[in-house]
C-alpha cells in the first residue's frame, strides 16, 4: 500500500531526530510575519488552494516545466486565497525549497503538505515560512492530532486537518480542529471520487472552515461543492497540467480570461 511505503521512508528519513520533541518546545520564536491562511478560506464565494507538486504516485510526472516561484507568481495573480506547497521529497518530488521559493514570490498564505508523524517537521514547518500545515487524522488519531495541532499552533501555524471517513471527522473535531479538509482520494486504493466530499460535508458542525481536495476540474463542480457548503477547494494536477495555469485558474473562479 502506497501510503505505508510513504510513512516507513518518512520514519527512516526524520532518522534520530523523531521522538526528541522537547528541544523544539523550548526554542519556539516566530521566524515570519503570519499570514491568516483561515480567514484566506473565509472570504465571500469559494476560495481556491492553488497547489504546487511536480509529482505525485498516483499521477507520476505532472509538470516538467516547474519553477515554485513563477507558479507563485501565476497562482497571486490568478485569484488564488492561498498555496499548497508539496515538499514530500520521495513520492512527490517535492522539497522544503519550492515552500521558500514559493514565499519568495507571493504575498499569500502557504501551507506545507507533507506527511507529519513527527514536531520536528512541524517545527521545521515554521521556519521555511509555512502559515499553515496539512495534518492527517487517517495517519496520526485523535491524540496525536490534538498534540500536533497544540503545537502547530504555538508555533504560529494554522492546522488543515485532512479527513477521507465519517471516524475520522470525530477525531478531528474532538482534537479541536477548526478547518477540515474532506480528501476525495482513497488513501488505500488512490481511487478519487467527489462524492466522498458530498457524502460527509453533513457531518461537519457549521462553524468549521470546509476544504474539498482532490479530483477537482471544472467549474460546474467548483459550484457545486459551494452550493453543497464547502468555503474552499483544494485544486492541483488540474492547475499543474496546464500550460498557463494563472489562466486555468482564473477560469475555474468564473473570472474573465
Request: proline fraction near 4%; hydrophobic fraction near 40%.
Amino acid at each position: 500500500m502506497i501510503l505505508e511505503r510513504i510513512l516507513t521512508s518518512k520514519k527512516d528519513l526524520l532518522g534520530r531526530v523523531s521522538g526528541n520533541a522537547a528541544r523544539y518546545h523550548q526554542r519556539i520564536a516566530p521566524c515570519h510575519e503570519k499570514r491568516d491562511f483561515h480567514t484566506a478560506l473565509t472570504a465571500k464565494g469559494i476560495s481556491i488552494i492553488a497547489e504546487i507538486k511536480q509529482s505525485s504516485p498516483s499521477a507520476g510526472t505532472i509538470r516538467t516545466s516547474f519553477n515554485p516561484g513563477v507558479l507563485a507568481g501565476q497562482y497571486t495573480a490568478g485569484g488564488a486565497a492561498a498555496i499548497s506547497v508539496l515538499t514530500e521529497e520521495r513520492f512527490f518530488h517535492g522539497s522544503p525549497r519550492h515552500l521558500i521559493q514559493a514565499r519568495n514570490h507571493s504575498p499569500l498564505p502557504v501551507l506545507r503538505k507533507d506527511f507529519i508523524i513527527d514536531e520536528s517537521q512541524i517545527y521545521e514547518a515554521a521556519q521555511i515560512g509555512a502559515d499553515a500545515i496539512l495534518l492527517i487524522a487517517a495517519i496520526l488519531g485523535e491524540a496525536k492530532l490534538k498534540r500536533f495541532m497544540r503545537f502547530g499552533r504555538r508555533c504560529g501555524l494554522d492546522c488543515l486537518v485532512e479527513v477521507h471517513r465519517e471516524e475520522e471527522i470525530d477525531a478531528a473535531i474532538n482534537a479541536g480542529a477548526s478547518i477540515i479538509g474532506i480528501n476525495n482520494r482513497n488513501l488505500d486504493s488512490l481511487a478519487v471520487s467527489l462524492e466522498t466530499s458530498f457524502r460527509l460535508i453533513g457531518l461537519l458542525p457549521d462553524d468549521i472552515v470546509t476544504v474539498s481536495e482532490s479530483g477537482i476540474k471544472t467549474r460546474g463542480q467548483i459550484l457545486m461543492l459551494q452550493e453543497a457548503g464547502f468555503d474552499a477547494v483544494l485544486i492541483g494536477e488540474t492547475l499543474m497540467r496546464h500550460p498557463d495555469p494563472g489562466r486555468k485558474l482564473r477560469e475555474l473562479l468564473g473570472a474573465p480570461a
